[in-house]
T-cell receptor, first 118, second 112 residues
Framework: NAGVMQNPRHLVRRRGQEARLRCSPM?????VYWYRQLPEEGLKFMVY????????ESGMPKERFSAEFPKEGPSILRIQQVVRGDSAAYFC????????????????FGAGSRLTVL | DAKTTQPPSMDCAEGRAANLPCNHS???????VYWYRQIHSQGPQYIIH???NNETNEMASLIITEDRKSSTLILPHATLRDTAVYYC?????????????FGKGITLSVRP
């Protein structure tokens, strides 16, 4: 059972370009969470999605950032017109259906995608 | 989510037990205590969780006080590979508010 798969693992972009980060959740998981970790800082929640729905985007920057989790395919975190401050590790996590035994809604994280903006 | 308080760092000798404390005095009745860790540059890793009772798995034990206002994560025989930042998080199990909110955690250094 493969874990949470993120790609690319490393991405280099120049200022003004677009970055697309992909996340394939674990098999059977229908919830996806994105986190950002700036260099030498903690993990910050960005967005929580279910299939085709955004549940909580309270941590998403208001501009340039968007996320989707289509019915088919991976979840995508898209950053338009990247700036140097977007350089960070972006982690995706997935969790199972909501009706699992109470408390068992454990998030499983991927290895992350490291974005470097030149 | 309830706020948690952890010391910034601690160390222990390899092979000894590491006891990592966490205070969560404002925890609600439907909130669970979760522990995750992040080894340098890797994705966070789930360790254990609990509601009221003490829990044990192959990685660690979780001791929750009777009033649920604090807990301790125990790594029974710490190894060098257990050096990491450990996060104590309280959250509801599911629903729109089920995201994990990471604090600063406690940096555990295991020395040879």
């Amino acid at each position: 059972n493969a874990g949470v798969m993120q790609n690319p693992r490393h991405l280099v972009r120049r200022r003004g370009q677009e970055a697309r980060l992909r996340c394939s959740p674990m098999k059977g998981h229908s919830h996806v969470y994105w986190y950002r970790q700036l260099p030498e800082e903690g993990l910050k929640f960005m967005v929580y999605l279910q299939k085709e729905n955004i549940i909580d985007e309270s941590g998403m920057p208001k501009e340039r950032f968007s996320a989707e989790f289509p019915k088919e395919g991976p979840s995508i975190l898209r950053i338009q017109q990247v700036v140097r401050g977007d350089s960070a590790a972006y982690f995706c996590a997935s969790s199972p259906l909501p009706h699992t035994p109470a408390g068992a809604n454990v998030l499983t994280f991927g290895a992350g995608s490291r974005l470097t903006v030149l | 989510d309830a706020k948690t308080t952890q010391p910034p760092s601690m160390d222990c000798a390899e092979g000894r037990a590491a006891n990592l404390p966490c205070n969560h005095s404002t925890i609600s009745g439907n909130e669970y205590v979760y522990w995750y860790r992040q080894i340098h540059s890797q994705g966070p890793q789930y360790i254990i969780h609990g509601l009221k009772n003490n829990e044990t798995n192959e990685m660690a034990s979780l001791i929750i006080t009777e009033d649920r206002k604090s807990s301790t994560l125990i790594l029974p025989h710490a190894t060098l590979r257990d050096t990491a930042v450990y996060y104590c998080i309280v959250r509801v199990a599911s629903g729109a508010n089920s995201k994990l909110t990471f604090g600063k955690g406690i940096t555990l250094s295991v020395r040879p």
